[in-house]
């Protein structure tokens, strides 16, 4: 029972109602207690209102009575009146206390003492009061029977006729001749009032019952019901079960709550599957980490450890660390272990030691201390990672840094290590000194843009940042000799950050040799072309032999010529002069040896230049040639005399396979024909030179461009004109490939990209 009782007194719910019923009936009994004041108040105001208007009556009703001193008429009104209910007794006092008239005839003539209740009222000072309020001359006192009586008092004024009357003479100095004095029962109005109190108490006990019975209903409906269900839940939650849902009907603050309940409970089993899954995978981690753990209690004792070391040491229990780890009998002279426990701060060694298996083994180790709740160090952790591999790879890397050191420095190229940003040398091989003539201490740490020409340094500076290749580029050595070299770049990995490897191979002899084959080339080429190129230059040497003759002719006739036949034919010698000079220029220009020197060109030009030499020959053959060419192409980047090397070699070899096809069938006219085009795009230009030849078999196709390749028959051809072709049009960053179907032709697709503007 006092448990029941405690635990009753323990309850948020009891605790409440109690509040409430408490709060509810103080407020309850004020409301009642007020409320029968104020009924009670006014009722006797009434009875009081009542008694004093049935006072001033009975004075009116005996006014005349008293006027004329008729004594049995004011007897005669006064019990008249007092037989109205509730009326106990009328008497008119004189002055000096006697009644002098009552409703009682045995009280007539009685004096009352002048202190006593009913006339102390007016007599409590001297002289005695003539004018007092209705409040002070009405009294509550009890009858003999126990029930409670109200009189009221009111004064008899001397009036002006009862002065000046014949018959009955009251000084003019009186004020008040005598008191009327009506005695009121409260016997029913107490009845009433009881019965009213009674009533308003019963009606407040029943407000306070019906309230506390539905604020219980409520509290136990929609408080303590889902509060023992939000218990139940935290309960629950204490007990692990996570997931389980509290339901409550209600969409109040009891209804958040439990929402909130039931996310609190989400969350923290999801918190506690985390925590849990951290757990086992801390644990998993400490008994599956691939290094060795061990704890250590003061005494260096081995307290806990993880598989890997059970394994790689095979620890007793109760063994100490130096016992497992070196099968020593005591401390190590140096232990990372004892310096954390003097300090309290990791520490880190590397030891050596022996497997259970015999091997030698290597290891790193690292401390941390273990504290308990007072701070104080009560074990410590030693981790250790086996880097006996390690060990082993180091030694293999010193003997292969060796080993690439000295393929390094015994590359036959020169090779360099720039800074990615400064291009500044910072290492190099031996191969330097013997192509460049510079011994590596002269030239690391200084500028690699210093082996360029000055004015193409800058050109160059972008150009290595931003390119893998760049092909024959001109360096100077220590003598300032000119070197032509093909430079190969690529990022690289360089203790200290990014660098720059850059390889470069000397291409000085191969490119003097590809030249003495170009011009080599060119001079096959012009031998091909004599036949034409005499016939180019027959023509005018016969207009200049035929204008001589006529000149003799006139001279040895001693005629004279006519100034405007003189004019004419001068004036034709000359312009065949020019056009035999043109001629010769043209050949001795493309006869010449000259470095690759690319610039902007118009391709449409150089075609028209390659044909001024073959185009009578080809005339003569009967070759036509169709242009197509795109109206003020963009310039491109090329050297415009081994370009007209290319579209002349072109043009040779579509002049021979026409020749080849045609020779054994007759032809029509236009079916020899070579066609010339010219298209361009937003990035490239394209040239095709095709004819009307017999075609390329496929299995031909493929090694046309090989150097000394020829489709020709024996003695026709060297085989090097497509493949110098090939190399110049790949100098001028293009591309070139053959198309060609049986019977109808070749066509040379050449692509050239577009100058742009820096």
Known sequence: MVKFFKKIQRSLIFKLLILVGLSLFLSVSVWAYFNIKYQKKKLMDGIVSSADTLTTTIKLGAYYAMMNNLRDDISRIIKKVATAKNLENIRIYNKEGQIKFSNFQSEVDQVTNIKSEACFVCHRSDPPQSQLKLAERTRIFYSPQGYRLLGILSPIYNEPGCSSNSCHVHPEGKQVLGALDVIVSLDETDKEIFLFQKWLVGFAISVYLLTSAAILFFILRFVKRPVNKMMNETQLIANGEYFSQLEVDQEDEMGQLSVAINKMSKKIGEKQQELNKQRNEYQTLFERVPCTITVQDRNYRLIRYNREFSQKFNP????????????????????????????????????????????????????APIKNEKGEIVAAMEMSLDVTHVKLLEEELEKSEKKYSAIFDNIPNPVFVLDMETLDILDCNDSVEAVYGYKKDEIIQTSFLQLFREEERNHYQNLIKTSSVINQARHFNGSGDLLFVNIRISPSDYPGGKVLLVTTSDVTKRLEAEQQLIQASKMATLGEMATGVAHELNQPLSVIKTAS??????????????????????????????????????????????????????????????????????????????????????????????????????????????????????????EKKITLKTSSDDKKITVEVGDSGPGIPDSMLERIFEPFYTTKKVGQGTGLGLSISYGIVKDCKGSIQAVSKKNEGVRFIIKFPIAREK
């Not at 006739?557 to 000079?581: F, G, H, N, P, W």
């Not at 050297?639 to 579509?654: C, G, K, M, S, T």
């Open 316 to 367: 007793q229990p109760g063994d100490y660390c130096y016992a497992a780890y070196k099968g020593r009998n005591q401390k190590c002279a140096i232990c990372p272990v004892e310096r954390t426990f003097e300090d309290g701060l990791s520490h880190f060694s590397e030891e050596k030691g022996l497997n259970k298996d015999g091997t030698p083994t290597h290891w790193i180790v690292n401390t």
């Open 549 to 670: 003759r006529f000149f003799i002719r006139k001279i040895d006739r001693k005629e004279k010529i006519e100034d405007e036949i003189l004019s004419t034919m001068a004036k034709e010698i000359d312009s065949y002069v020019d056009r035999a000079a043109k001629i010769i220029n043209h050949m001795r220009q493309f006869s010449r040896q000259s470095d690759l020197t690319l610039e902007k060109v118009r391709i449409n030009d150089v075609l028209e230049r390659a044909l001024e030499i073959l185009g009578q020959q080809l005339k003569v053959r009967g070759i036509e040639i169709v242009w197509d060419l795109a109206p003020d192409p963009p310039q491109i980047l090329a050297d415009p005399d081994r370009l007209e090397q290319v579209f002349i070699n072109l043009l040779i070899n579509a002049r021979d396979a026409i020749d080849e096809k045609w020779q054994s069938q007759p032809h029509q006219k236009g």
